[in-house]
């Protein structure tokens, strides 16, 4: 099996920084592509960020210029450094990966999310 596990969600003021970080373990031979992805109650899930293997990125209008997607290979983790929160920022923070298992099947992957609330 594949797991994802986020991490460094929390509560902040509008104007400051969260780290998050999102850690892929299990029977994983190669990641290519990860991403993250935000969802607020009652809306749907949207993309924030996405790196591929090779480190070309993508960003969402509403976060290019505040937020950084980043990765560690070695480490099979994938980072969002989101400076300059604004409320309209809150919601459940999910990381995705394009995995290859040890059995040669490819596949998506999702954390179960961290809670990002950005006050006013």
């Known amino acids: 099996q594949v797991q994802l596990v986020e991490s460094g969600g929390g509560l902040v003021q509008a104007g400051g920084s969260l780290r998050l970080s999102c850690a892929a373990s299990?029977?994983?031979?190669?990641?290519?592509?990860m991403g993250w992805y935000r969802q607020a109650p009652g809306k749907e899930r949207e993309l924030v960020a996405l790196?591929?293997?090779?480190?070309?990125?993508k960003y969402a209008d509403s976060v290019k210029g505040r937020f950084t997607i980043s990765r560690d290979n070695a480490k099979n983790t994938v980072y969002l450094q989101m400076t300059s929160l604004k409320p309209e920022d809150t919601g459940v923070y999910y990381c995705?990966?394009?995995?290859?298992?040890?059995?040669?099947?490819?596949?998506?992957?999702w954390g179960r999310g961290t809670q990002v609330t950005v006050s006013s």
């Open positions: 299990g029977s994983i031979s190669s990641i290519n592509g």
């Open positions: 995705n990966a394009d995995v290859t298992t040890r059995w040669g099947v490819r596949g998506d992957y």
């Open positions: 790196i591929s293997k090779v480190g070309n990125t």
